[in-house]
């Protein structure tokens, strides 16, 4: 069983490509890392593989119905957006919209998806807290909770781990792997290559638009993939206490 | 929530029923109501029947009108300072009307104002729908409210500029601040139709509204039709301040202030805040128009006034309140 297929994926910008003729497809049980330098495009593919941009190719998850969609995949984009001063309890339950019908009111069902969502984000403290009145770190933490309250089989993250502290990074990314060995999948586009490492099951680099490896962290994170599309050097050990990888230097860039 | 509905279904009630008592007529208020109720054969009746009666209800509608489509702009646009005459359909409803007085359609036929102001709304509506595109971003149905609102406004003050007739002139300044003094039966059966089927095109919103508090792309993921949902705001917001413009002239302040005061109510869910705003819209308004028979029973005081003056200060307040939140 596939959660999605993407295939021949290309997509135009102002009449630039941004990346051309992508395909990967994934399965339950992955933790995908999307990685790539800054402009190569992963906000763009997470974008256009949910349809919320137009692109040649096909992706199943654009293919489908907006409501049928928004049941399969969670979007959290990167713009930590919260217009109005809400409590974090009603932002994270924002997430059950695309479960109700027009004027259905909030269920046991939907109840206890929200606060599954708010005890795996450590949010019980802030519950009844203004969302807009939180630090930048506490507010990540409200709306992975709220893309988590959705309950997709597919979850997708824009550097959801950004600004984050350590403690709170390992916890989030500890969530989605936990998230995917219970047969749920999660793409989060991240650049600590590191934590990525760590923990995804799978990676995916984007580099010079196009996609440049799919596979095991250890088979994508090359010496010759990180000087080419990083311009870095690094040390990457399997050691007792799982994969470590330090990026060392900057190549010079010519 | 439910608690705030009946309190302020129970100050729409009561300012419903003070609307209808308080006139120049002076009549003692059981009369008066019981007037409304049987046809006693006095004057009184015709009074309540015809000149207290649409007045409450019109009232009622364009400040339900003007404080949900407000309610609706703010959600969609996420800005607190947007009102429901951003998009244009105010001044371009207004500038039909000012076209009816110039030309004496509005005298020559008693139903040549309203309707050239309707027409107007059409006109500056499909405009905005035209310039904003059929999809896109929010940004770009503001700027097109803006070229709207300018181009009509410009056009209002061509026709005061070239007016060979002072009467004309001073009438259309009147009109625009807005009045529903001497407004029939007819005007009601007018409006009523267009606002009843723009409220609803409104509330149809609130669920797609809710979504936008985390912003366009994660409301698109949460399944929300952000075309459909942008054509419904503004075809629903043009036939409420289209058909309320179109009986009662330019009427500011309402859609802007009252969202704002309801909002800290409603826990600031956009959603919620549509019949909220709607309630206290029509609440404000009920009270203005009151207020107009009340202060200066003699002087013809145009409603429009009244709601600025009341609620220029209000926001006012608001923005220091918010002043002092910041810091």
New interface residues.
Partial sequence: MTLLSVSGLTIHRRKRTILRDVSFSVGPGELIGLIGANGAGKTTLMRAVLGLLPAAGTSSLAALPQTARAQQAAWMPQAREVAWPVSVERLVALGRLPHLGTGQPIGTADRAAIESAIANMGLEPFRHRTATNLSGGELARVLIARTLAQDTPLVLADEPIAGLDPAHQIQTMRLFAGLAAAGRSAIVSIHDLGLAARHCTRLILLGEGRLVADGAPGDVLTPDNLTEHFNITAHFDRTAAGPIFQPLDVVRME | MTRLMLILSGIVLALGAGALVIGPANAPYWDSLSALFVDDGTPLTLVMREIRLPRAILALAIGASLGMAGAAMQGYL?NPLADPGLIGVSSSAALGAVLAIQTGLAAAFAFGLPLAALAGAVLGVLLVLALAGPRGASITLILAGIVVSALAGALTSLVLNLSPNPFAASEIVFWMMGSLADRSMDHVWLALPLIGLGLVLLA?LA?GL??????E??A??????LTRLRLTLVVGTAAVVGASTAVAGTIGFVGLVVPHLL?PFV????GALLWASALGGAAMLLAADILVRVVLPTKDLKLGVVTALVGAPLFLHLIYKTRRQMA
């Avoid at chain 2, 809710?210 to 912003?215: D, H, P, S």
């Avoid at chain 2, 826990?267 to 956009?270: D, L, N, Q, S, W």
């Fill in positions: 996420r149809t669920r809710e979504a936008l508090t985390l912003g792309d994660a698109q993921a949460l399944g929300v039709n909002r826990g600031a869910r956009p």
